[in-house]
């Protein structure tokens, strides 16, 4: 995976022994919410252990699996280590095979007092359930089955937000993120806090007397969430994939993993691979919001990222004012139609907006900018029915393709509601401390305005808004272009 530096870790009794005692590393916004406590940062070991890898092989190879024509090494880059091609290697060639015995997870033979621990863990904190596995096999030591994969595991993953100090944090300047960055901090304190805490010396106590604090629970979670593969699915646990999970990521890889009779898969060539390349996987189609924050970096020109934002009608008053469209209704006036008596929406707008699930106490407010299309179905149909002055506007039209891109209602309708979305992506551009220049500006030299060195959490931070600036900034080409070719483009 990328950014990982693997090395040789001590145990986890001997991490306690030199921990802080109470809650340790963790993020500079738990730092915020919990001032009293002392966090350290866990950090990446930039010493490759060269006879881990082979070791690693050996024991795939012991344990019923296979490895052919491949090698583990540092990336070009020094940011840490991936699978290579050693030889060159056939499209369709297995290259890794794993046996079940060689897949790190949890199922109803795991250790009760483990399991019982993990159902605490809400299922959507998926990294955490196996993180808590991955905890046990290193406390075992050279007694867990899992000991030479373990041992190969990383100090730290750099690059990932919850290990960000101040500025980074600050400097990604982008709520959705540094939201889940809070959450995330929130709920690994409070569950070292009030369930890991209480255990040594319990019967329940599944890791036999050793004290796992915030520490060792927020470095088991960053391994588990840049590494894991759901290979059965979102409603299945996940799984340590021992060598394969070496494999970096491209939307255009050359490799794919292939499952098998008995819980068995392996890792499979897509297509010839010369010696010494590295060996690429598809994560999937991930916003860079996901890449980020579970992997530790973002891809540029990334087709599957968007901005989030959140529909609410404040929004849209605010961007017809910067779109000049003051004299322009945004919704229809209550002598158009009868009106909720909650909203001066009338009702059937209000019943137009709950159908696109933007109105009403179940709503999902959540909506995306940038990308293909450039805007949101849903807020494109949203906006298109706002501006209209009443319900015969939308006749013998379906709300479900009012969003379509290029399928307006009418030009003078179609002129508003661009001209509105474009308002909303200049006021978002316009929330960043810098225009998209700087920040290519300070990733080409290295270095802030003030003259000091960018560090690597910042540089990742800076790349990150500067992806997001740049899909709004092409989202307002495309509405530019569209309103161009509109005919009797005026409002």
């Known amino acids: 995976m990328p950014h990982l530096q693997p090395s040789h870790l001590p145990h986890f009794r001997q991490l306690a022994?030199?921990?802080?005692?109470?809650?340790?590393?963790?993020?500079?916004?738990?730092?915020?919410?919990?001032?009293?406590?002392?966090?350290?940062?866990?950090?990446?070991?930039?010493?490759?252990?060269?006879?881990?890898?082979?070791?690693?092989?050996?024991?795939?190879?012991?344990?019923?699996?296979?490895?052919d024509g491949v090698a583990v090494q540092p990336a070009g880059d020094g940011t840490g280590c991936g699978l290579w091609s050693a030889q060159d290697l056939k499209q369709g060639q297995s290259l890794v095979h794993l046996s079940k015995q060689c897949q790190l997870t949890y199922d109803n033979d795991t250790n009760p007092e483990l399991l019982a621990l993990i159902e605490q863990v809400p299922q959507a904190l998926w990294g955490a359930r196996l993180a808590l596995q991955v905890l046990s096999h290193r406390v075992q030591g050279s007694q867990s089955a899992f000991d030479p994969y373990i041992r190969n595991l990383p100090v730290g993953v750099a690059g990932l937000p919850m290990f960000f100090s101040r500025d980074p944090l600050r400097a990604l300047e982008y709520a959705p993120v540094?939201?889940?960055?809070?959450?995330?901090?929130?709920?690994?304190?409070?569950?070292a806090r009030e369930a890991l805490q209480p255990l040594p010396g319990t019967d329940a106590d599944p890791f036999s007397g050793t004290l796992i604090d915030a520490n060792a629970l927020g470095w088991a979670l960053a391994v588990v969430t840049s590494r894991a593969f759901r290979v059965g699915g979102p409603s299945q646990p996940a799984a340590m994939l021992p060598l394969i999970d070496m494999c970096n990521h491209s939307f255009a890889p050359n490799c794919k993993l292939q499952p098998l009779g008995n819980g068995s898969l392996q890792l499979v060539a897509l297509?010839?691979?010369?010696?010494?390349?590295?060996?690429l996987l598809s994560y999937g189609g991930l916003s860079n919001d996901f890449l980020l924050m579970d992997y530790g970096f973002v891809m540029a020109d990334n087709?599957?990222?968007?901005?989030?934002?959140?529909?609410?009608?404040?929004?849209?008053?605010?961007?017809?004012?910067?779109?000049?469209?003051?004299?322009?209704?945004?919704?229809?006036?209550?002598?158009?139609?009868?009106?909720?008596?909650?909203?001066d929406l009338p009702i059937w707008?209000?019943?137009?907006?709950?159908?696109?699930?933007?109105?009403?106490?179940?709503?999902?407010?959540?909506?995306?900018?940038?990308?293909v299309p450039p805007v949101d179905p849903r807020l494109l149909a949203a906006v298109r029915i706002l501006y209209c002055k009443d319900p015969s506007e939308l006749q013998g039209r379906a709300l479900a393709h009012l969003g379509a891109?290029?399928?307006?209602?009418?030009?003078?309708?179609?002129?508003?509601?661009?001209?509105?979305?474009?308002?909303?992506?200049?006021?978002?551009?316009?929330?960043?401390?810098?225009?998209?220049?700087?920040?290519?500006?300070?990733?080409?030299?290295?270095?802030?305005?003030?003259g000091l060195t960018l560090s690597s959490d910042m540089k990742l931070a800076m790349q990150f808004r500067l992806e997001k600036k740049r899909l709004l900034l092409h989202a307002v080409n495309e509405i530019s272009k569209q309103i161009q070719a509109l005919p009797g483009n005026k409002v």
Do not use: Y
């Open 17 to 67: 022994q030199k921990s802080i005692p109470g809650l340790s590393a963790c993020c500079w916004s738990v730092l915020q919410l919990f001032p009293g406590q002392h966090f350290r940062q866990l950090h990446a070991s930039t010493a490759l252990q060269r006879d881990l890898p082979a070791v690693l092989a050996q024991w795939v190879q012991q344990q019923g699996g296979k490895v």
């Open 303 to 343: 087709p599957f990222d968007r901005v989030q934002l959140s529909f609410n009608l404040d929004m849209l008053e605010a961007a017809k004012e910067v779109a000049h469209l003051q004299s322009f209704h945004l919704w229809a006036t209550k002598n158009q139609g009868p009106s909720s008596a909650s909203t």
């Open 349 to 371: 707008q209000e019943q137009a907006l709950t159908h696109l699930n933007l109105w009403g106490p179940n709503a999902n407010l959540e909506v995306m900018l940038g990308g």
């Open 405 to 450: 891109w290029g399928a307006f209602l009418n030009p003078a309708n179609e002129v508003r509601a661009l001209r509105t979305i474009a308002a909303i992506c200049t006021m978002l551009l316009s929330q960043w401390s810098s225009v998209p220049q700087e920040d290519q500006q300070a990733l080409s030299l290295g270095m802030d305005s003030a």
């Open 271 to 279: 297509q010839d691979i010369p010696q010494q390349q590295p060996l």
């Open 178 to 191: 540094t939201r889940q960055v809070q959450m995330r901090c929130q709920w690994l304190l409070h569950f």
